[in-house]
């Protein structure tokens, strides 16, 4: 056994019970916290934390937090960190004038990711999503769920699969790895639908399934992407082979697919930057995570995610990146705190549990993360001395971050 102890911790935050999977509505701006706490760890779970006058004596391992917080790390549900290339000239083009959707008519966004991909071993591969991925963590992040998607092929949608199969592996970050062969219609089957669903449904799925490459599926449901009815029939293939859904939906139309993924039964709906009163209906008779991406918001210039509706009509809320070359090329989640502040007027607790607990439950991890509890992972992270909790997300582009704990 060996033991770790967090001595000197100005505040113990995000102790909510073992039990609590998420938190909703006016309970998110609860954060329990310890003022001037200990924390003990053994073998990489949390054994005990309480008072400093409580410290205990010893331990294998001491930190001294020096008047920093801890935090559990970040749990970011939503990102596509398997990429070939950054597309910083898409970047350029909307600068001067493109939208998202012109981009991807012209053949960029998503296929021109694809088109790298297909170019790219998958050494390389690995290589530079192991960068991102040390990156993320060095930033907070202590568990992360990676979609494929970038592939659109049967050997391509693979590759990226078992590269997140080795950051897995290798990586002692909790990694969900995510199918997403329904992110966009390969140019060759823009007009054969039905093909490109044999092929992700009757081929590919199987295979990925017997690999056990996949946690999750998720499917690009909008307006020339993957239609309503296509969707359903992605969730309840995947509802076969025991991949419940996170889909992403409302980015740019309202098109009844939250409904369809809250009636399936979906682990999360992801992006809902438009949304109605008929979504948040469905949303209150289920147990889907909605998850807002304000970093794609501020990105492509599109609007952000109602999230006052959704808190204040008792939904609970996460956060997430969307880390992908296109419309988010940052995992950075202090950033996304500040954006959730800023932008989509959560406080700074609010937040906190959206990018923590109710992350956690949106990737299916909060019975061992997402929150200081004890029987958990010792996920953490150790702040430098700051004056106050609503200072981690005010002071966006300091790094506030003095040390991170993976288990
Ligand atoms: O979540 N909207 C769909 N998928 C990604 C963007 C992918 C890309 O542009 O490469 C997203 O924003
Ligand atoms: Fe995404």
């Not at 002692?172 to 992700?200: S, V």
């Not at 001395?385 to 582009?397: D, E, F, I, N």
């Amino acid at each position: 056994m060996k033991s770790l102890l967090i001595r000197n911790i100005k505040l113990l935050a995000g102790t909510h019970g073992a039990d609590v999977q998420l938190v909703r509505g006016a309970d998110m701006k609860v954060l329990p916290s310890v003022d001037d706490a200990y924390l003990l760890v053994e073998d990489g779970i949390i054994k005990a934390f309480g008072s400093n006058t409580d410290t205990p004596e010893r331990a294998d391992e001491t930190i001294d937090a020096k008047g920093g917080m801890v935090l559990p790390a970040w749990c970011d549900s939503h990102t596509h960190l398997v990429f070939a290339a950054p597309r910083e000239k898409e970047f350029v083009d909307k600068i001067n004038g493109l939208t998202y959707e012109q981009i991807a008519q012209r053949g960029g966004g998503i296929l021109n990711s694809a088109k790298a991909l297909a170019n790219t071993s998958e050494e390389e591969l690995f290589d530079s999503a192991w960068h991102r991925l040390m990156e993320i963590q060095s930033q907070g992040t202590g568990a992360v769920e990676i979609k494929s998607g970038y592939g659109l092929s049967y050997e391509g949608e693979l590759k990226m699969l078992r590269v997140i199969s080795k950051l897995k592996e290798k990586s002692k970050l909790t990694i969900k790895a995510t199918f997403l062969g329904a992110h966009a219609f390969p140019t060759e089957y823009k007009q054969d639908h039905e093909g490109y669903l044999a092929l992700l449904l009757n081929k590919l799925l199987p295979q990925i399934a017997y690999e056990g490459l996949a946690d999750f599926i998720d499917a690009f449901c909008e307006t020339g992407y993957f239609s309503v009815d296509e969707t359903k029939r992605i969730i309840e293939a995947g509802a076969k082979y025991n991949l419940p859904a996170k889909i992403h939906v409302n980015q740019f139309n309202i098109t009844g697919g939250v409904q369809a993924c809250t009636t399936l039964g979906a682990r999360s709906v992801d992006h809902l930057e438009v949304l109605d009163d008929n979504d948040i209906a469905a949303l209150k008779n289920s147990n889907t995570m909605p998850v807002a991406l304000p970093g794609c918001s501020m990105f492509i210039r599109i609007p952000y995610t109602p999230a006052r509706t959704i808190i204040d009509n008792g939904l609970p809320l996460a956060i997430a990146s969307d880390f992908n070359p296109g419309t988010c090329p940052t995992g950075n989640m202090n950033m996304i705190l500040s954006l959730a502040c800023i932008n989509l007027r959560m406080l700074p607790e609010e937040a906190i549990n959206a990018a923590t607990i109710n992350g956690a439950y949106a990737m299916d991890v909060a019975d061992t993360l997402g929150s200081i509890s004890i029987g958990k992972k010792a996920n953490l992270i150790i702040t430098k001395p700051v004056p106050s909790l609503a200072y981690l997300p005010y002071a966006y582009g300091s790094n506030n971050i003095e040390r991170v704990v993976i288990s």
